[in-house]
């Protein structure tokens, strides 16, 4: 059977997609390594490079995160553009990570990573084009994304809530697994607005960005169905 380039990009992004959530099966979406738990947790004092480091490789294998921003920037193709929804993101985030952590404010981790899988699915109805019929009420993006993004950093703030981090160099440390944030933010995202940039050049971009933000949601359904689950498991 002869498959059409549109329908190969398509079966792509969802064994793309799919793939991620093969992880979820596995482990909390927040969860950070029990190697590099270890060391947080018996770490006491400043420690700049391996907190800079746990901040980017927890980015860069958060794939809530990566599908998020998948969506956001998926019709984006301006840089300024990219990088002004980008900022308002890393604004959220970096913000509840850091007063999370340090007001000691907790929350429920898989209600919070429930969120933020209904913000894969929010992002993947705009794409879709699902929310213009709401008129006036239909959501700020930008506003959207900078809320959402308080919600991304809540979410990394419980993974460091569960390791009871030393009191010693505590605020330096928690600023550089930050700063390791943006990196591995900066890192995938270049990755995704790489591919997308590339896609775009095909004709099937068009004839396929339904399906493939379609395929998005569906992604975002199955995590929070993950999450609420394993709240439920837990309780």
């Known amino acids: 059977m002869h498959i059409t380039s549109p329908t190969k990009y398509a079966l792509m992004i969802m064994m793309a997609l799919l793939a991620t959530l093969l992880l979820a099966t596995g482990a909390h979406a927040h969860n950070i390594a029990d190697g590099d738990a270890a060391f947080v947790a018996g770490n006491a004092g400043v420690a700049v490079f391996p907190f800079i480091y746990l901040g980017a490789k927890h980015m860069v294998t958060g794939y809530d995160h990566l599908l998020f921003l998948a969506g956001v920037v998926f019709f984006l193709s301006r840089p300024a553009q990219i990088i002004q929804y980008v900022t ?22 898989y209600l919070i990573d429930a969120v933020i899988a209904l913000s894969v699915v929010y992002k993947a109805l705009e794409n879709m084009g699902a929310l213009n019929g709401l008129g006036r009420w239909h959501p700020d993006t930008r506003l959207a994304v900078l809320v959402f993004g308080l919600f991304h950093g809540f979410g990394l703030a419980t993974s460091l809530q569960e ?73």
Request: charged share 5%; proline share 2%; no cysteine.
């Open 163 to 235: 390791l009871e981090l030393h009191p010693d160099g505590l605020i330096i440390n928690l600023i550089s697994f930050n700063i390791g944030v943006e990196i591995g933010q900066i890192i995938g995202l270049s990755l995704i607005v790489a591919a997308f940039s590339l896609w775009r050049q095909h004709p099937s971009f068009e004839r396929t960005a339904f399906i493939s933000n379609a395929v998005l949601m569906s992604a975002g359904f199955m995590l929070l169905i993950y999450q609420l689950t394993a709240w439920q498991l837990a309780s």
């Open 88 to 109: 308002l993101f890393a604004l959220g985030h970096s913000i509840t990570l850091i007063v999370g952590v340090l007001a000691d404010i907790h929350a429920n981790a």
